[in-house]
């Protein structure tokens, strides 16, 4: 209601009926407190979408599904969206979803994409198997940050951006198969992978140090 700037720890704990001591055992900082908010999102958006990938192995279904389910999870925060991503757009700011402190709730973004990919049945060349994870957590991004703006009833312009946009998408993909694209796509590969430094922690046998529990 305040704005984020506006808001602090202490308004934060009396509207949550806590004392102040309590909210700062749990939260640093209301900076972590949305880092906090970004992980329970990320796990609400998980557990829809996974329940609705289930028997669904098109590589178009399952990531308008993934897209749909996370603009399902975040609706209610529409209004507060609009506000605080003139935070979150800074990239000085710990709060956009490209800093060092947003690492694990990206990282989980990330490995669930690669399931959204794993769990399809098209067939895509090894190079761009490996990076479309990333690939589609920038499109997921751009999605949100379409969604930011949307003031049409409903996000409507968002969900129709979704459905004509992905088809599309998977075309992109299925396009790199041909021989003709093949050296194109190395290159595009080599191009996002120099701008782009690899994640910590994504990979096989990746760990993330434990957090305290939010309930």
Do not use: C
Not at 38 to 51: D, F, P, T, W
Not at 160 to 172: A, D, M, S, T
């Amino acid at each position: 209601d305040e704005g984020y700037d506006a808001t602090t720890m202490r308004a934060v704990a009396a509207a949550a009926g806590v004392s102040v001591g309590n909210a700062y055992y749990y939260f640093e900082s209301k900076d972590h407190l949305i880092q906090a908010y970004y992980e329970e999102i990320g796990k609400a958006h998980r557990e829809l979408a996974l329940a609705r990938l289930t028997g669904t192995r098109d590589l178009a279904e399952r990531l308008r599904v993934a897209l749909d389910s996370h603009l399902e999870v975040i609706e209610p925060y529409h209004e507060f969206a609009g506000s605080f991503f003139r935070v979150a757009a800074d990239p000085r700011s710990p709060l956009s979803p490209f800093s060092a402190e947003s690492a694990p709730a990206r990282e989980e973004a990330i490995r669930f994409f690669a399931t959204v990919v794993d769990g399809s049945s098209t067939r895509i060349p090894a190079a761009l198997r490996a990076e479309l994870p990333r690939l589609l957590w920038l499109l997921h991004m751009g999605v949100v940050l379409y969604w930011v703006h949307d003031r049409s009833p409903g996000a409507r312009r968002t969900a129709e951006l979704v459905e004509r946009g992905v088809p599309l998408v998977v075309k992109l993909i299925g396009l790199a198969r041909l021989p003709g694209v093949r050296g194109a796509l190395d290159d595009a590969i080599a191009l996002i992978r120099s701008l782009m430094p690899p994640e910590p922690g994504i990979g096989p046998g990746a760990a993330r140090a434990p957090s305290r529990s939010l309930r």
